[in-house]
């Protein structure tokens, strides 16, 4: 049996979607279970032998649903297992599966709690042809799977709830209490406006006089926007854009305070790595990042939009060593409960179900 991973894009900076088919891949082969990458676009001029590009100008290229195809009559036997990941390779997935006449199991991973097909007229009708053909749709967050199901009732008994998972690089807490020197406030993710990052430059305004920078770290289309506001906002000396980072271990090495403002997230890896480094973390109220944060002190979590909230806690925090350094040692121990390895073999025992025996690693 072999796990062809059909998704977007692949290439040089990674969402999270991106990252967890990736993990999954990797652990899989580790655990000589064959497994395969597939994108249907190339970001950029990246080379990379981790995955299979077929090589469209845009993932949403109609024709990828002719070489999802192709590359299934080529390459999937009637045993093997085909997990998609985002739309539109879920759907054109389910559509190219149809008409290569392949028999095999059909898996796919929701990412997100939002995306802009819900609640339309042709949104209704594209995730019908999309979700039917699923033998199980597997949900990052209990938020991710409650915001499906209110959505795709059919086939809310085809969900079912496996939480990402991420190396955790810390074996043991590395957090210091940072006494008498700047404090860095770290952010990873894209530069996209659902992370929201307009509220986190904006509550820096209402700081007090403290010694802070704020670093982001990630690159996407709202960068220049988002450095004309430092501008406007006279943080440009407080504000520092660092760019995709491919290895943030040193950023957290180096981080105070982790913020996370996004307007919706299906799971948030990033704070799961944060708090792997022990940083105390301020997050979203929203249901992917409480499921993370969980009941634990491991984070506090804050309205996106409520700049004031927003300022308010990152205030406390950084005056406060002592709530800082008890939500690290409740985050770092929180964070062992989302390991890459428990996410692949709650995969592996999901795939041995739908197969019908126990897959060997």
């Known amino acids: 049996m072999k796990v062809h991973h059909l998704i977007n894009v692949l290439g040089r900076s990674h969402g999270g979607a991106e990252k967890i088919a990736l993990e999954l891949h990797y652990g899989l082969m580790e655990r000589k279970i ?15 032998t981790d995955f299979v590009s077929l090589n469209h100008r845009s993932p949403y290229a109609v024709s990828a649903v002719l070489s999802f195809r192709k590359y299934i009559r080529k390459n999937c036997e009637p045993g093997d297992i085909i997990h998609t990941h ?42 019908t042809q999309t979700y039917k053909r699923y033998d199980r749709i597997f949900c990052i967050s209990e938020g991710t799977r409650q915001s499906l199901a209110s959505w795709r009732k059919r086939e809310s008994d085809r969900m079912f709830v496996i939480n990402n998972g991420t190396p955790l690089v810390f074996q043991s807490n590395p957090y210091q209490v940072n006494k008498g020197k700047r404090k860095i406030i770290l952010s990873m ?43 406007e906002l006279g943080l440009v000396d407080r504000v520092r854009f660092l760019g995709y980072v491919e290895n943030p271990k040193e950023l957290l090495l180096q981080a105070d305070l982790f913020l996370i403002t996004s307007h919706w997230e299906g799971f948030g890896l990033s704070v799961v790595e944060a708090m792997n480094a022990g940083i105390p973390v301020i997050a979203s109220d929203v249901p992917g990042l409480g499921e993370v944060i969980g009941d634990s002190n491991a984070g506090c979590l804050v309205e996106p939009t409520n700049e004031t909230q927003i300022a308010s806690e990152i205030q406390r925090l950084l005056e406060d060593d002592n709530s800082r350094l008890e939500m690290s040692k409740a985050g770092f121990e929180r964070a062992k409960q989302f390991s890459a390895d428990s996410m692949v073999d709650a995969y592996i025992d999901q795939y041995s179900e739908l197969a019908g025996e126990k897959i060997s690693t």
């Open 34 to 48: 064959q497994s395969q990458v597939v994108a249907v676009k190339q970001d950029g001029d990246v080379k990379s």
């Open 86 to 127: 985002l739309f539109p390779s879920n759907l054109f997935a389910s559509l190219a599966v149809r008409i290569s006449g392949w028999k095999g199991i059909l898996v796919t991973t929701e990412h997100s709690t939002h995306n802009r097909r819900r609640g339309t007229l042709w949104g209704r009708i594209v995730d």
């Open 189 to 231: 993710g894209r530069l996209h406006t659902i992370k929201n990052y307009e509220s986190a430059i904006r509550a820096l305004t209402q700081l007090k006089a403290n010694d802070f920078e704020y670093w982001i770290a990630g690159s996407g289309a709202e960068e220049m926007k988002l450095k004309q506001l430092t501008e």
